[in-house]
């Protein structure tokens, strides 16, 4: 046993004392032809190339390969003959380490088994005119120059580290800009084929087949874990379904190349389940990522994208892209869309043979279910074309509780309490939001046993059913019913032009609006006096997220022109009742334009034209009216006795009258005191005056026995100035059954008053037979005339005085008229 081991140990030491001295006899070999190595190598290269290729130094590493033996070159650059003019070496490499066959050294011939690039630059450029430095490849006469002394390198692995791969051709507008910090490839042939695998880790800087749309892939990390087969026969190279990543997300690729054809054509499948697609969406150019730059949604989905095209300028494959998701939330400009479930699909080509353009592409969605802000949605098919400006087309349909858009629309003018609102709609309009394509939008939205309240304006409404026609640009308002806690309103209208205004210019917006009733409370709209309110949401609705259009309703409504036409059996405003009213009405953002209304009043009729300006607490008016065979009493009744001494009781007659008015109204509908200007001309007939207490004052002073406790008179006519808390009588005559009276003064109607009265004793009784009115005039002055004043006290009572103009006397002689 001892000799066997003793026989062995020798033996293994001699073989490792050769082997020792084979390495350091190959290592002094190689540095000993060092020269005729590196020629024998620039030899090789030179028989493919056609250009300048310089090489700074060779060195040997036995250790590395054993027992083969790498050659490492140092600084290795290859140039084009035109490589002053734009700078781009071919190759531009720190270290190249070339493996060959340890037999081949001492045959004197290298046969280059695996080569090492390391730290450096692959840059194929081509310029504007074609020029392309890949001309170095080529051959100077055009075919392979033949060398008995050296043999083609079958070279059976390639291996790169930190090497950036370049294809910039500025003729064709590609630009393919990958950082290789790692890629190890093999190499395996058979009479058929070539397999291909590498293990890489790459920085995509650019991919771009077409510079002025940007790259695919821009700044991302890949791993490419390839197996790639090309058939020799067929000149077919097919990529067998296999994972990369991007990213770190897995993605499954598939595709064919078949380059026995020219232009070669190619097919490629990309799968990525599970991905974001904001994520994705990077993985684009601008031209389409910008496009999904208003979308976001929140869960992954799963996604498959076809190519199909051929390697030539110019040509864009064909795009066919399908995904699908669950229980997603989407986000848009519109709001959130939660409960998300729905397909999809990309296609760049819409029409055969139109070309693979932005023009010529469209997504669709399918199936969309979907919440937005608590409203279900339901969508059959959702369809945007023409990429480059982008236009939706969809058929939306929901029912709902109209509490749902509550949360909708959070600051919104529109609270609901009740009901439920069903909707069929088309809508077309543009996707990108400085896009001012009109929008079309045609269906129906109907709203049943709906309950709201109006904020701006703090009105409570119930009971209400309506149906909203969209008919393109258009808006038809039929069939509405409301009901408030008095009035019932029945109403249609219509908007024109409102999907092209409602974003751009809302001022510009005009409601042409219908409205009829039974009867009508204007005691529950006295908020239109005043400045519409901006609706105060709750915390819970401050926290609801609103879309775009919802937020937009707001400034519509406060922005908007409404026309009205109203026909009301009648209308109830504090004291006041009128019958069959018409009228016509303007609501701007500031004013209420009032317009040719028409009412019967108080046995007679009323029509009036005139405009409230809002401001607030306080609002100017301006009012024409004429008055037709009114009943006085009724008139002050209505309008609580105008604010004089006179009440409706003291009074009796039909009056016509031509007013015209100027004032101010608070917001609570009542009118601001001491605000009236303007003119009343009227004409009283058959009127009468009844208790009047300053008559009776009169009666008592001087006349006990003529009962003025009621007097009548046929016609009475004036034109009074108003002015503010003054009424200007000019001369008058009240001629009537008991007492004749001359009036003309200034009534006060918180004071100031000063009226002078000139009272003929003559009895009217003695000239009623007289026709004549001019005759009866000049009688009725016959004899004594008293002179009175009716002044207001300190104290605010009116009281009546002896006097004449300004003078105030008490049983003077000069106060007494005789004559005849």
């Known amino acids: 046993m001892r000799k066997w081991l003793r026989i062995t140990l020798i033996t293994s030491g001699v073989l490792i004392t050769l082997l020792l001295l084979l390495i350091l006899g190959m290592t002094w070999y190689i540095h000993a032809n060092k020269a005729t190595f590196l020629k024998q190598i620039t030899g090789q290269l030179n028989d493919r190339l056609n250009g300048t290729i310089t090489i700074e130094d060779m060195e040997p590493s036995v250790w590395k390969s054993f027992p083969n033996v790498s050659i490492g070159l140092k600084k290795v ?3 084009d003959s035109l490589w002053q003019q734009h700078h781009h070496a071919l190759l531009d490499v720190n270290y190249i380490f070339v493996r060959v066959n340890t037999l081949s050294l001492l045959r004197k011939h290298v046969a280059i088994n695996e080569i090492t690039l390391q730290d450096g630059k692959i840059y194929l450029y081509t310029d504007t005119t074609g020029y392309s430095n890949t001309y170095v490849l080529q051959n100077p006469n055009g075919e392979k120059k033949k060398n008995t002394a050296s043999k083609d390198a079958n070279i059976e692995q ?15 507008f590609k630009l393919f800009y990958l950082d290789i910090s790692r890629l190890d490839g093999k190499m395996k ?7 291909f695998t590498m293990l890489s880790d790459i920085l995509s800087k650019s991919f771009a087949f077409n510079t002025n749309k940007g790259s695919y892939l821009k700044d991302k990390k890949m791993q490419l874990n390839l197996s790639v087969i090309f058939n020799k026969h067929t000149k077919i190279l097919t990529v067998p379904s296999q994972e990369i990543r991007i990213d770190e997300h897995p993605v499954q690729i598939a595709g064919q190349f078949g380059f026995g054809e020219k232009p070669p054509p190619f097919q490629l499948k990309i799968n990525a389940n599970q991905v974001l697609l904001q994520d994705a969406a990077t993985w684009l150019p601008p031209n389409i990522s910008t496009k999904l730059s208003n979308i976001t949604l929140t869960k992954p989905l799963d996604a498959e994208a076809n190519l199909n095209g051929h390697m030539k300028f110019r040509d864009t494959p064909k795009v066919v892209i399908n995904w699908k998701t669950t229980n997603n939330v989407l986000v848009t400009t519109m709001g959130e869309w939660t409960n998300c479930n729905f397909t999809g699909r990309f296609n760049n080509e819409v029409l055969p043979g139109q070309g693979h353009t932005d023009e010529n592409s469209a997504v669709n969605i399918f199936q969309l279910n979907a919440t937005l802000a608590g409203i279900p949605i339901k969508v059959d098919t959702i369809r945007v074309v023409n990429l480059k400006q982008p236009l939706l087309r969809g058929h939306f349909r929901s029912d709902f509780p109209l509490t749902a858009l509550n949360d909708a629309a959070a600051d919104g003018p529109i609270l609901f309490k009740s009901g439920n609102a069903s909707a069929d709609l088309f809508y077309t309009g543009p996707v990108l939001k400085d896009d001012n394509t009109p929008s079309s939008l045609q269906g129906v939205v109907a709203i049943k046993q709906g309950a ?5 304006r703090n009105l409570s409404f119930h009971n209400t059913n309506a149906t909203l026609r969209f008919t393109g640009q258009d ?17 249609d209208g219509a908007i024109k032009n409102l999907m092209n205004l409602y974003f751009t210019t809302p001022e510009k917006i005009e409601l042409i609006w219908n409205i009829r009733s039974q009867l009508v409370d204007l005691n529950e709209f006295k908020s239109f006096l005043g400045v519409r309110q901006k609706s105060k949401p709750t915390k819970s609705q401050q926290r609801a997220k609103m879309g775009r259009v919802s ?15 109203v026909q009301l059996d009648k209308i109830i405003y504090q004291r006041f009742a009128a ?25 007679g009729s009323i029509q009036m034209a005139g405009i409230v300006r809002q401001q607030g607490n306080n609002n100017n008016f301006k009012m024409d009216a004429t008055v037709s065979n009114v009943q006085i009493s009724q008139l002050f009744y209505a309008f609580n006795n105008f604010g004089t001494g006179l009440r409706s009781d003291n009074l009796k007659g039909n009056v016509s009258a031509k007013v015209n008015l100027k004032g101010n109204i608070l917001d609570n509908g009542t009118l601001a005191k001491n605000s009236l200007y303007g003119t009343i001309n009227f004409n009283l007939k058959n009127g009468a005056l009844i208790n009047f207490g300053p008559l009776a004052d009169i009666g008592n002073f001087a006349f006990r026995k003529r009962h003025l406790d009621s007097i009548m008179f046929e016609n009475l006519s004036n034109t009074f100035q108003v002015a503010g808390n003054k009424i200007m009588i000019p001369p008058m005559q009240i001629a009537s059954s008991a007492i004749n009276i001359d009036v003309n003064g200034v009534y006060g109607i918180d004071g100031g008053t000063d009226i ?31 002179h009175l004043r009716a002044v207001s006290e300190k104290d605010g009572k009116v009281k009546i005085k002896l006097g004449k103009g300004d003078k105030e006397v008490t049983g003077s002689a000069t106060d007494i008229d005789t004559g005849y």
């Open 77 to 79: 650059v290859l140039q």
């Open 158 to 172: 390639l291996t790169l580290r930190n090497v950036s791969f370049i294809i910039d051709n500025q003729q064709k």
């Open 189 to 195: 042939s058979t009479d058929s084929t070539i397999q």
């Open 452 to 456: 709201f309240t109006y904020g701006p």
């Open 475 to 491: 808006l038809q308002l039929e069939n509405i019913q409301v009901q408030t806690e008095k009035s019932s309103l029945q109403m």
């Open 551 to 565: 937020r937009q309703l707001d400034v519509v409504l406060a922005s908007s022109n409404v026309k009205m036409n």
């Open 579 to 603: 019958q069959n009213v018409k009228a016509g009405l303007e609501l701007t953002n500031e004013d209420i334009l009032l317009k040719q209304i028409a009412l019967q009043h108080a046995g």
């Open 756 to 786: 002078n009265l000139a009272i003929p004793l003559r009895n009217p009784a003695k000239d009623a037979d007289i026709t004549d009115k001019e005759e009866k005039r000049r009688r009725s002055r016959r004899g004594i005339v008293i």
